[in-house]
């Protein structure tokens, strides 16, 4: 991760309160610690909580999946369907996976099915507690702001809590 001077004051935050988890009472001491010490996963996790940036909704950027579904995606669902291979899309620090659900149901919107083969999705990111938001498929409608209510209804399943879950058909994309 990289933090240019301009956002050194997020950085400070984020290490203020990490250190409060990792049981420090003074963050300098807690920033010595970190550079010091050879992380276990679980305290690389925890600070990759505080240090990543979660921020994010379903189809943000509205034109970026248009040029994915009227330029990049249909020249490689050709290419991938001539050669006899599944189409394969990495979404990388997909923080807790409306981008790589976007992706899916902008293929589903396309009539590319994600069973047998045809498109996969895979979602990573640094941040293992994101992950498991992703992997749970559940959101608030904070997640839906700009998203024409018709995807929603289509592709999310109403639950208890204002929570919406995504569709197995999207899920296992």
């Not at 330029?71 to 599944?86: F, M």
């Not at 702001?145 to 809590?161: H, I, P, T």
Request: proline share 4%; net charge neutral; with cysteine.
């Amino acid at each position: 991760l990289h933090f240019p001077r301009q956002r050194w004051g997020s950085l400070t935050r984020a290490l203020n309160v990490a250190a409060r988890e990792f049981g420090f009472i003074d963050p300098e001491e807690c920033a010595h610690w970190l550079l010091t010490t050879a992380l276990s996963h679980n305290e690389m996790a925890t600070l990759a909580s505080y240090l990543t940036i979660g921020e994010t909704y379903f189809l943000r950027e509205p034109r970026h999946f248009e040029l994915l579904r009227d330029v990049i995606l249909p020249e490689r669902i050709r290419s991938r369907e001539a050669s006899g291979e599944g189409l394969r899309i990495w979404s990388a620090a997909c923080s807790t996976g409306e981008e790589p659900y976007s992706i899916a149901i902008t293929l589903a919107e396309m009539g590319v099915r994600s069973s047998g083969g045809a498109a996969t999705v895979l979602a990573t990111d640094i941040n293992p507690r994101s992950l498991r938001h992703a992997s749970e498929g559940l959101y608030k409608q904070w997640s839906f702001r700009g998203v024409d209510s018709r995807v929603r209804k289509r592709y999310f399943q109403e639950r208890q809590g204002g929570r919406f879950e995504v569709i197995p058909e999207i899920q296992e994309a």
